[in-house]
Structure formats: structure tokens, C-alpha cells
């Protein structure tokens, strides 16, 4: 059998002894990582779960299973007999079941479902373990555990609750792994987009929270606000203790100073670079401010967009870590990730531990896994949800402005009836 659970109640105690019944029982539990990408971050960890279940009558003994597909451990112990509830003859485990019975197949074993009772006393138990993970003391500090728990995490551009659903609930299956976005990113510029404003802290802090504050009322994932420049060192101080009561998990702040601009206008507008010492002493200050070790300061460096070139990003750096910022982010607006591979190969060489972000909107070729080999930890897709949403919408208009009717719309939209059961009632 496999499991993942973190609450165990009587539907799982009656199948394993179903399944104990057939001989000896082998649970391969999944672990964090793999319930964190095809369900939810799991609220009791992998040693938890283990210790739970290897205490069940019935059950001999519980190995790890690295990956939805049950495939290597299959291989490996060729059991007599796969149990497991008939709830995923259908929808997304649908291709997993399909290779068990392959791989069953190939040495004679079988596969044994018993029928999946729905119970609503169960239901009300996982949708209260969802509710626990978006509880600002537990959500805050899921960050920092992504981060010990795997060498590179992903975040997906929110601006909105129903951009916030899309980030958290959109899963791939591929090749028996599963895929989802670790984090969330509330940008400044697609935050000020989607209200038609320009990117250049126009939005006060008040609407930038309230954003953030209705992702968060419908998510549970860890959320990193972008802080544009954190303004002014005596407000700073007051808006990262927000963000932290909240339960936001880190915010990114620019070392510019004056009138921001987006980053990816570079050198063809003006803008400020903040002195050395100026933003040490905000990335201090807001360190000071914090009321616990969940939080993630992340000072990003502009001297690459600013074409102030590699050695003064490399000793900003440096003195941003001894500032004691938790991390750093070296943005770039080339195609060509050299720079960026240079900057990660050279803040390495020097420093293996400080968390390492990048934002490939220009050098998107690279993928996650060759960030990883280059040290980076946090890759963030920083506005993807806006640039591909508005094409969309901006077309539609046009296609009914041009038949003078919507029918011809119908192909870019969604169902009305997946419009109505897109969002759950109790969710
Ligand atoms: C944002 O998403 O608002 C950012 C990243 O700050 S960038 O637009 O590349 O500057
Ligand atoms: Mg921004």
C-alpha cells in the first residue's frame, strides 16, 4: 500500500486490515516533498507520518517512496499484492494506476481495490488541516522549510484571489512525478498592472496588503511580497512587521533609492542606486524590526540592470549578507543568463549558504534544474499570469467588438457551468 496521510482515521485503518489480511503489509509512504507537489504541504513531516502508521496493527514495516509512481518500489519488492482505494480509476492518479497494473502485470501480481467510501466527517478533517496551513503562525514559516527541504524552489507571479487558486491548486503528472508551484510572488508590477497603474510605487502600502491580504484569504502557500525599494528606513520598519504578522514568508527589497522604475526598463530610464551603507542600514533596521526567525529579509541587487557591472554586485552582495539580509536576489534583463551564471558562480565560490533568488522573465531559457546546479535556490516567474491573461481578455474584446455578437467568443472562454463550480463553496 502507499500513503501520504497526515491524519489517519477509520476508512485507513479499515483498509490496511484488509490489506494485512492478504499477508505481510509493506507501506510505502510519500515523503514532504511528494505530498507538498500533488496535494498539500503535509502538517505532520515524513518521520511523523511514519511513526504513526508503523504503529498500526496489521502494518510490518513503512519504507519512503520518492515519487507518486509506485514503480521503483514495486520493481524493487515485486509484493504479491498492490491495495489501494478505488478513487483513482479515474481523474489525475489515473496514469499512476495504469502503471502499477503494468508493472504487475510483468511478474504475475495484482492489484486489489476496495470501493472508496466519500465521508463527509473526513472531509471536514482534511479541509481543517488546509485551513491550519493558511493560519498566519503556520503558513510564515513554510518558506524557510521548503528551503531546507529541497535545493530549489519555484514561485508563480499572484495578483489576485483567483490567481492565487491558480498557483495553488495547478498540478502536473509527468513521467510518475508530480509538479506544483511551491510559493507565490505578489509582484509590484503586476499588482499595479491589473489596477492600470505603472510600476513605480504608486500603489500605497495599504492597497499593495489588501492584494496580498486576498491571495491569502483563499491559499495556503507560502507567499513572498515584493517590497519594491521598502522606502523610507523609519516606514520600512513598521510595513515588514505587517507583512510578517500576516504571515507572509519574505520580502524582496531593490537597493534603489528616489523615483522606482521597473527594472526591466534598465539604463534607458533613470534610476537611483542606493549607496552601500544607506541600504545596509534599511536591511538592518527591518532585521531589527522582526519579531521572528520565519521571516525572510531578501535584499536583491540592481547593478546588473543598471549596468554598474559584476564587481559592484559582488560586493553588494557580500555586504548585504553582513548586514544580515537572508538571502539575495541578483536580477538581470539580459537574454543571455552569462551574467547571472557569472554572479552565482562567484557569490558561491565565497558563500554556499545564503539562499540565492533569480528572476528569469528576460533570460528564460534556463531551466529550474541548471538554476539548482548553479547554486540558485528560489526561482521566481515573476509576472507570467498577467502577461499571458491579458492577451487573452484583449482579444476576446476584439472578437466581440468585430462579430458584433459573442458566439464567436466562445472558444477562448470557459464553460459557464466550469465558471460556476470553478471556485468550491467551502473551500
Ligand atoms: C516585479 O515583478 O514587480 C519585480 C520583478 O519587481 S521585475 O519586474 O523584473 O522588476
Ligand atoms: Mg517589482
Redesign the pocket.
Known sequence: MCFSTDIIHGGHTAIIQKAAALGELTIGMLTDEVVATYRRFPVLKYEERVKIIENIKGVSRVIPQNTLSHAENLRRLKPDYVVHGDNWVTGFQRPIRDEVIKILREYGGELIEYPYTKNEEYEKLELHQREQLAIPDMRRGRLKQLLAMKPLINAIEVHSGITGLIAEKTTVLQDGKTYQFDAMWS???CDSTAKGKP?IELLDMSTRLRTVDEIMDVTTKPIIV?G?TGGLTEHFVYNIRTLERMGVSATII?DKTGL?K??LFGADVEQTQDSIDNFCAKIAAGKAALKTKDFFLIARIESLILEKGMDDALVRAFAYVDAKADGIMIHSRQKDPAEIFEFCGKFRAKDTVTPLVVVPTSFNTVTEEEFARRGVNIVIY?NHLTRSGFPAMQKTAEIILTNHRAKEADDMCMSINEIITLIPENY
Open positions: 509582484s509590484s508590477l510600476d515584493d519594491d531593490e522606482k521597473n527594472s515573476a
